[in-house]
């Protein structure tokens, strides 16, 4: 069992940049994979980026070059840095966690969820 919670969103100007964080508890944070999904109104959730136990990232296409996905298992914590941020990236960020090796992009695929913050991006 891995409980998440997300914080560092915000409201910021479009170029502007934002931090998440997502402070896991529960054992053995480093066996699991992260990832992070985000949902817009009127949207289905949609896959951010995602990390593996060894550090490996998978990135959505329309964030490749903007985001960086980290995590620093003595913190038990993940690190999404989104940087030159737009207003397409308006939505709820929710951070996953799986129990597997592999980063998978389908959020059916991860059992653990956080309850998401919001990012408004304005132009």
């Known amino acids: 069992q891995v409980q998440l919670v997300e914080s560092g969103g915000g409201s910021v100007q479009a170029g502007d940049s934002l931090r998440l964080s997502c402070a896991a508890s529960?054992?053995?944070?480093?066996?699991?994979?992260m990832g992070w999904f985000r949902q817009a109104p009127g949207k289905q959730r949609e896959f951010v980026a995602g990390i593996s136990r060894g550090g490996a990232t998978t990135y959505g296409d329309s964030v490749k070059g903007r985001f960086t996905l980290s995590r620093d298992n003595a913190k038990n914590t993940v690190y999404l840095q989104m940087n030159s941020l737009k207003p397409e990236d308006t939505a709820v960020y929710y951070c996953?966690?799986?129990?597997?090796?592999?980063?998978?992009?389908?959020?059916?695929?991860?059992?653990?969820w956080g309850q998401g913050t919001q990012v408004t991006v304005s132009s």
């Open positions: 996953a966690a799986r129990d597997a090796i592999f980063v998978k992009i389908s959020m059916n695929e991860y059992g653990y």
């Open positions: 529960g054992r053995s944070f480093s066996s699991y994979v």
